[in-house]
């Protein structure tokens, strides 16, 4: 009878230490199962328990529902995020097929932008010129340097408007009466210097590729804001140069998406110089229209004038812009009709047709791209 009784007993213990030796694996055999390379077969859901330091299935259960979206999450950052990220998106696609003056200057990465134009009037052929632009980063300084060249230091700072005006006229100061005739090219080092508080700010400086040199100093900030229907650019543009003094440009875009084709934008522009002590003031409504991904298509409306004349208006623009990417993404041309109303021809009209062509250069634009 006792040694029943001691048998029964050693079957019991065995049992539970066999049951123990189960649920508990050896350190080793844990180590091994969590490296793959374990002989033993196990369940996936007890490895899955092992890995997260729970050996006690009975402890786990069905995962937790998602805690519901609160009012402000689901009525005003949703709609908010999708219509920021449809603004961000179509925008750059606008501003990539209308090339602002802006997007090559503001651009990362490096770019190349080469321009040809040739511009007929009632009377023959105006001119027939061709514009370089870069922003080169440098090497090893994690795109926080780089090399501008550009044609005229206030083209960064032009608009679309005032950049076709001058290319029709051959004059800057048909829509910007206190702007410089400078067509010469000029070298500079721009640096970004941070970006806080949502503002973007560089610096840049620079100097004349001719003789004889002129210096200069230029400063940028601007910031971007969203709303459920609109998409807001601040932007403001010390700049000194030699030359001419002081200078500060301020521009402000309103651009709201209609549907997937059709997009408004307001730019108002108001630039200081200290050689005139006013402002040239410009004020450009434009409806934008992309019918296909190779295809785009805006009309504009611009007006402008010195702030020296009681906002007397010294020029009107009416224009048409057609514009075809006609090689995968870094080649252009543009046909732009334009009419002009100016003071000085006692607003009679000037009508002008005006070719472009454009190559884009740059890792973005690079062949093997395509390929991959």
């Known amino acids: 009878m006792k040694a029943s009784a001691f048998l029964l007993t050693a079957l019991a213990l065995a049992a539970s230490a066999a049951t123990t030796a189960q649920t508990l694996p050896d350190p080793q055999e844990v180590e091994q199962i969590e490296d793959g390379i374990s002989p033993i077969p196990i369940d996936p859901q007890e490895l899955e328990q092992l890995e997260d330091g729970n050996s006690d299935p009975e402890l786990t259960g069905p995962p937790l529902p998602p805690l519901p979206k609160t009012f402000g999450e689901k009525y005003f950052d949703r709609p908010h995020d999708y219509?920021?990220?449809?603004?961000?998106?179509?925008?750059?696609?606008?501003?990539?097929?209308?090339?602002?003056?802006?997007?090559?200057?503001?651009?990362?990465?490096?770019?190349?932008?080469?321009?040809?134009?040739?511009?007929?009037?009632?009377?023959?052929?105006?001119?027939?010129?061709?514009?370089?632009?870069?922003?080169?980063?440098?090497?090893?300084?994690?795109?926080?340097?780089?090399?501008?060249?550009?044609?005229?230091?206030?083209?960064?700072?032009?608009?679309?408007?005032e950049r076709d005006i001058k290319n029709a006229t051959g004059s800057a100061k048909v829509a910007a009466p206190g702007a410089p005739e400078d067509n010469?090219?000029?070298?500079?080092?721009?640096?970004?210097?941070?970006?806080?508080?949502?503002?973007?700010?560089?610096?840049e400086a620079g100097a004349r590729a001719h003789t004889p040199i002129d210096t200069y100093v230029r400063l940028r900030a601007f910031r971007d804001f969203d709303s459920p229907q609109w998409h807001i650019r601040f932007s403001e543009t010390p700049l000194w140069k030699h030359s001419e003094g002081y200078s500060s440009a301020s521009e402000l875009n309103f651009t709201r998406l209609l549907d997937e084709q059709w997009q408004l934008r307001f730019t108002s522009k108001a630039t200081w110089r200290s050689t005139t002590s006013y402002f040239d003031l410009a004020q450009i409504n434009g409806v934008y229209f992309t019918?296909?991904?190779?295809?785009?298509?805006?009309?504009?409306?611009?007006?402008?004038?010195?702030?020296?004349?009681?906002?007397?208006?010294?020029v009107y623009s009416v224009t048409f812009r057609v514009r075809r990417q006609i090689y995968k993404d870094w080649l252009y041309l543009d046909v732009t009709p334009q009419v002009l109303y100016q003071e000085a021809?006692?607003?009679?009209?000037?009508?002008?047709?005006?070719?472009?062509?454009?190559?884009l250069f740059g890792d973005r634009y690079l062949w093997m791209r395509f390929a991959e």
Request: aromatic share 10%; glycine share 6%.
């Open 291 to 314: 019918p296909d991904e190779r295809t785009a298509m805006n009309f504009e409306f611009g007006a402008f004038a010195p702030s020296d004349r009681n906002l007397k208006l010294s």
């Open 184 to 203: 010469r090219y000029y070298l500079g080092l721009k640096a970004l210097v941070a970006q806080t508080f949502g503002v973007t700010l560089s610096a």
């Open 83 to 161: 219509v920021s990220r449809h603004f961000e998106s179509y925008s750059r696609r606008l501003d990539n097929f209308f090339s602002h003056p802006n997007r090559v200057y503001d651009s990362t990465g490096s770019t190349l932008q080469i321009r040809g134009h040739l511009t007929f009037f009632e009377r023959g052929v105006r001119d027939n010129t061709a514009d370089v632009h870069a922003n080169i980063s440098l090497p090893n300084t994690e795109d926080r340097l780089r090399l501008i060249v550009q044609r005229g230091v206030e083209a960064a700072t032009q608009t679309a408007a």
């Open 345 to 359: 021809n006692r607003y009679n009209a000037s009508h002008s047709l005006m070719l472009q062509l454009e190559m």
